[in-house]
């Protein structure tokens, strides 16, 4: 029926589980930052974190109009060394610096993530029936790029998109078009999968195509029809599969 599939990542295809406010999280980072002459308290840190994140969302709202903006994270741990309250004068730190920093942050707070049962036997099966895969992903690069590394995933697409790249997350329906678009894709062969009615769906709605609705979440009959009234325009055109299972594509 359809000529391409395009994926979410997280809750669709792999199974995943963090929090940034796990014991340790910040100490941690607090400290790396600290061996390199910038100096923050742990809640203090967490606190300009979350700060610096919505700040940079408005620069890219006001500069890009965008209404689901996504910014890039190496900004603000930069920002976290350049603005910290106790910083050795001339100090500087090198882009690999805040890369690897990233990852053991996120790595820190990770507590889960695995592929789901079917994730690697569905994307083969597509591959080998000669259908075009692709990823769109709303996710931090250097947080998300090496974990599709990590569950073996980058062989199955043709594309992989992570939003922050583009400066701007489902459901903003540009980040759907541009991929399309670059492919040629027919909006009549083409679905997106996902696990998220208002990301995910809301996003296929916007941009005119059909959509897998996977209910990893677990909701029920009631919340998944309450959700699709109050986001969705076209409800005909999702199919739910209420088991979440993605051999039931």
């Not at 406010?21 to 607090?30: C, E, F, V």
């Not at 996120?106 to 994730?119: A, V």
């Amino acid at each position: 029926m359809f000529d391409n599939y395009i994926f979410d990542l997280y809750a669709t295809l792999v199974s995943v589980r963090t929090d940034q406010t796990k014991p340790g999280l910040w100490k941690m980072t607090a400290a790396r930052y600290g061996e390199a002459g910038a100096f923050w308290k742990p809640d203090d840190m967490q606190t300009a974190y979350r700060r610096m994140i919505k700040e940079e969302e408005q620069k890219l709202i006001d500069t890009l109009d965008v209404s689901y903006p996504e910014p890039d994270l190496k900004i603000v741990f930069r920002r976290l060394y350049e603005e910290a309250p106790g910083r050795v004068i001339g100090g500087s730190v090198t882009d690999e610096w805040i890369v690897k920093t990233m990852r053991q942050f996120r790595l820190k707070s990770r507590i889960r993530l695995r592929n789901y049962h079917d994730t690697h036997a569905v994307l083969q099966r597509l591959r080998d029936e000669g259908k075009g895969v692709y990823l769109l992903t709303n996710a931090e690069h250097e947080f998300t790029a090496p974990e599709i590394a990590e569950m073996d995933l980058s062989q199955y697409f043709e594309e992989i998109r992570i939003s922050s790249d583009y400066h701007m997350r489902k459901p903003e329906p540009q980040f759907l078009l541009d991929m399309m678009s670059d492919h040629g894709m027919d909006p009549d062969r083409t679905v997106m999968v996902g696990n998220d009615i208002c990301s995910d769906i809301k996003i296929a709605d916007s941009c005119g195509i059909s959509s897998v609705y996977l209910n990893t979440w677990h909701f029920d009959d009631d919340q998944i029809l309450q959700l699709l009234k109050k986001e969705i325009r076209h409800p005909e055109r999702v199919r739910i599969i209420r088991s979440g299972r993605l051999n039931k594509l």
